[in-house]
């Protein structure tokens, strides 16, 4: 499936922030890419700010546009505020929560253990990057994928991240989703009103 495979320094530079993982080109070039970049841009437009911001979303929880346009629709017909239960449901896809729990550095190799099945949820192993996860639902690293180098390091580095709607075992290499999170505490800097603007034109 296509995905953006692009600069990852360019994105965070656009954006000023680090949205594709940790970026040393933020630091050394703190202004938009290319050549104008350093040159102070006119005013966006309304719809250039919405836009900006459901792109940043898309990059951020890497969702394609017809995947995200699903999203949307679906959160816009269940109950509650549709931004934040938008961000509800890019939060509880099983490749975020690969990544929130630390077993992978990235959502992009949260996405690349799920798609060769080194994850299990509930005892039944899922190899679908965008599985909606319940609360209670149990998640962990399949028996014979527990040596992988690459999830030995990135629980090393990362199993220290805390998020009060998840549970994590180190022991047994499994975590439990204890509930779908509120607004407040989804980390990630979006502005889910201006996404709800630009698809209620």
Do not use: C
Request: glycine content about 6%; charged content about 25%.
């Amino acid at each position: 499936m296509a995905r953006y495979r692009g600069p990852k320094a360019k994105v965070s530079r656009r954006y000023g922030e680090p949205i594709l993982g940790p970026s040393k080109a933020l630091q050394k070039k703190a202004y938009p890419p290319g050549m104008h970049g350093k040159n102070r841009r006119r005013k966006q437009s309304e719809y250039a700010v919405q836009l900006s911001e459901k792109q940043k979303a898309k990059y951020i929880y890497g969702v394609l546009e017809k995947q995200f346009a699903n999203l949307f629709d679906k959160a816009s017909r269940k109950g509650g505020v549709t931004g934040e239960v938008l961000l509800q449901m890019l939060e509880s896809r099983l490749d975020n929560t690969v990544y929130r729990l630390g077993i992978a550095p990235t959502r992009r190799a949260a996405r690349q253990l799920v798609l060769h099945k080194h994850i299990v949820v509930n005892g039944q192993v899922v190899n679908i990057a965008s599985y909606a996860l319940k609360a209670g639902d149990i998640v962990e690293v399949r028996e014979r994928s527990k040596s992988l180098e690459v999830i030995a390091n990135s629980l090393a580095v990362y199993s220290n991240r805390k998020y009060p709607w998840l549970e994590w075992d180190g022991s047994a290499m499994s975590g439990k989703v204890m509930s779908i999170p509120q607004r407040d505490l989804i980390p990630e800097n979006i502005n889910e009103q201006l996404i709800v603007e630009l698809y209620s034109k």
